[in-house]
């Protein structure tokens, strides 16, 4: 427990330098060029998520000059039929592709990894920042990233055909990503997005505004006067539902503050959801040269 007290100062530490600043910086301006080039070459959603995917992998891993501390950030394109999964939508099967890209967040201290976060989201695309939602395909897909039924791997899909009953803890497991000209996204948790939508056939980004995009202190389920009073306030490992740019998603989500936890060491984790993601990234290395 210890060194996970010294995991966290570290990162604290480290999120408030110069380095780190540099870092993300990095990162935003990298993923708002290439989502510019999408909208001036007019590509279509798929094309922009392969590029953010990598531009995400490129940019790679911070690392303190002490070198005791990671914050490694990887995406996974996940898009299209290859992985398909079959639910249940209000009395009928049916199915839909699982999401476009999967964004983790690993924390490691002194070479041993003690958190690591994860979302899976869904892309779309709009010109003037304004998102038609409303159709079957929208509908059964924000279903599926809010509430999470039980699913399965379709056919042929890089999901496995076992069942999934995926926990979503912090509202933030599923998440939409909406590209917006002329090269940005905003980032929502599709369970706050399924609230802001109730009675809307679109979607406006002034709409989350009266969401608020407040952050959400992790419970790590601790009893310790000492990391309690170390996560009062804590730049780091939070928990956000909003990020309304590329800039405002990129420092969140080198902190911490984006999607679920999957792994934290002597904390309690989303144990189901870790497990699938250890399921995919089995099937993926069985099939090293295939593009998902």
Known sequence: MRDTIRCIKKYIDVVDTESFAMHWKKLSHGLILGIQEGYQKGDYEPNIVELIESIVNKIGSFEAKDREIKISTNSIFVHGNKSQVEFEYYGRKTQRELGDIIFIL??????????EKMTITQVKKSNKANWKLSNNSAKEQLYLLSKFPKFSGTSNSLIPSKEYNLPNYSRCLGTHGLLYYPGDFALVSSNMLDIILRNKKQLKLEDLLLYGGRGYY????????E???LMCMCPVLGNSCIAYNAYEFSDKYLRGYIGEMVYAEDFHYNRHAFQFL?????VMRKKPKKRI
Do not use: A, T
């Open 106 to 115: 690993s924390v490691v201290y002194n070479g041993i990894k003690y958190f």
């Open 227 to 229: 990391f309690y009073s």
């Open 278 to 282: 250890q399921d995919l990234f089995s």
């Open 218 to 225: 992790l419970n790590l389920y601790y009893r310790c006067s």
